[in-house]
């Protein structure tokens, strides 16, 4: 099973951003934020006592509202609770118990999650602020004094989490597996491209509760290897406004994409690149996550011999940030090119997690500054001294050079097709961070 999950949930301004900060920084710097529309949930990764877990912030959940911004941060602390292996109700010592708290308490009681009630803003030490006991009334059991601020009580808190963790779930079985996550626009065929996967094959291992409320995880073993898909399923047009269908699409292919290590960018063959596909392929790219381009439903596309050379160009042309992902076109309906998909999933893994040596990488620059030389400003001339990599997945790269101003984005692009053209690096984006001497690596 994957890891647990535990949500910081509550009324806006009560401390949960304060809390999860305390809790993911001091055990471990943030690995990572989520990408989407909106700020309002943070993922982070975190231990407590040898467990291992995915911590979640999300927005203030407002019970009755009109306000459209406040009423989609309640559902994405919904999903969130939903998704939850614990559930972190936070409440505010400062303004007691509220009609809202008493609310969102009744929501969580509903859910049938495990909860832990947590009473922030107690600062100061020695003495227990009676009114902490007021909190009883919400029928959710003890209530953990902690000060988010100073970080008091947070053990305790953490401690009632991990009691309510499953004994079962293994992260290194996890590990074995390549996650890959099915993202697109609604009805495009992720379901369908799951279910001819697991159904030609029928080597399920088990199927898991997934992150997101309407996705299921499932594992999958063949031959080629190892695998976790992530269908983001049930992405049903909304009957409100089609800003909403924009909103809730993007916001469960931003779940999948958090968790995963490839991403299928599923694209309707009949229909082209949409605006909202370049959308939802733009989270997986600024995730840095390694892409697969996939073109469903070929089968119902009129043919002749240059369709496909005709259409690749006009994905590439759409899809101009990710020109690195390939493309494949399938049928998830007859099953053309699925087993293809595999061979693509574990080349794309693998050039993500490329290393190549601080030696060979300076050899790279060195022939590439005498192909074309560096910038020149106002007759100062860029000098790039070295060039080193310091992180994977995606592959990210460090140049130091005497001025990062003079190190044009044109240059740039120019210095990541030569290490493209070196090292290959298909299917997954690079990360160039430009230093100036005597800047530290990391």
Known sequence: MAKPIVAIVGRPNVGKSLLFNKLVGQRLSIVEDTPGVTRDRIYGETDWNGHHFTLVDTGGIEPNTDNEILSFMREQAQIAIDNATVIIFLCDIKTGVTASDQEVANMLLRSGKPIVLGVNKMDSTGHL???????????????IAVSAVHGHGTGDLLDACVQYFPANYDEEE?????????????????????????????????????????????????????????????MRKKSKVEENVEKYSVLRATMAIERSDVCLIMIDAQEGVTEQDTKVAGLAHNAGKACIIVVNKWDAVDKDGKTMDAYREKVRHDLAYMTYAPIVFISALTGQRVDRLFELINYVNDQAAVRITTGMLNNVLSDAQTRVQPPTDKGRRLKIYYMTQVGIKPPHFVCFCNDSRLFHYSYQRYIENQLRSVFGLEGTPIVLSIREKGDKED
């Open 129 to 143: 602020n009676p009114d902490i006991y007021e909190f009883y009334n919400l029928g959710l059991g003890d209530p």
């Open 174 to 234: 996890d590990s074995d597996y390549i996650k890959v996550a099915l993202i697109g626009k609604p009805n495009v065929g992720k379901s369908s491209l799951t279910n001819r996967i697991l159904g030609e094959e029928r080597m399920i291992v088990s199927n898991v509760a997934g992150t997101t409320r309407d996705a299921i995880d499932s594992k999958f073993q063949n031959s080629k290897g190892k695998y976790i898909f992530i269908d983001t399923a049930g």
